[in-house]
């Protein structure tokens, strides 16, 4: 019993071992917002990513800053979301 409970710790734990989450933020430049809906859309595809934690979008910048746990998802997923939406993105300089 006692060597059933370990095995269960060990597996729950084990989930989150060797990657260790690090929240990371990100500035993307955004192409083709338009309008006042346009941030709006680029937000909310964004924030579909799972692992995304935070999303604002300037559309007098042409930008969106993005928060997000590094160990479930990429700088580079995030890009692809907006670009679906047909708003490529791409990290600012
Ligand atoms: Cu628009």
């Given at each position: 019993m006692k060597n059933l409970l370990r095995a269960i710790v060990l597996a729950v734990v084990g989930t989150s071992d060797g990657a260790i989450a690090a929240e990371r933020t990100v500035i993307l430049t955004?192409?083709?917002?338009?309008?006042?809906?346009?941030?709006?859309?680029?937000?909310?595809?964004?924030?579909?990513?799972?692992?995304?934690?935070?999303?604002?979008?300037?559309?007098?910048?042409e930008t969106a800053t993005v928060t997000f746990d590094d160990a479930k998802t990429t700088v580079a997923a995030i890009a692809d979301a907006s670009e679906r939406a047909g708003f490529p993105a791409a990290p600012k300089e």
């Open positions: 955004v192409q083709n917002m338009t309008c006042a809906a346009c941030p709006y859309i680029v937000r909310e595809s964004m924030s579909g990513v799972d692992g995304v934690e935070k999303v604002e979008v300037s559309l007098a910048e």
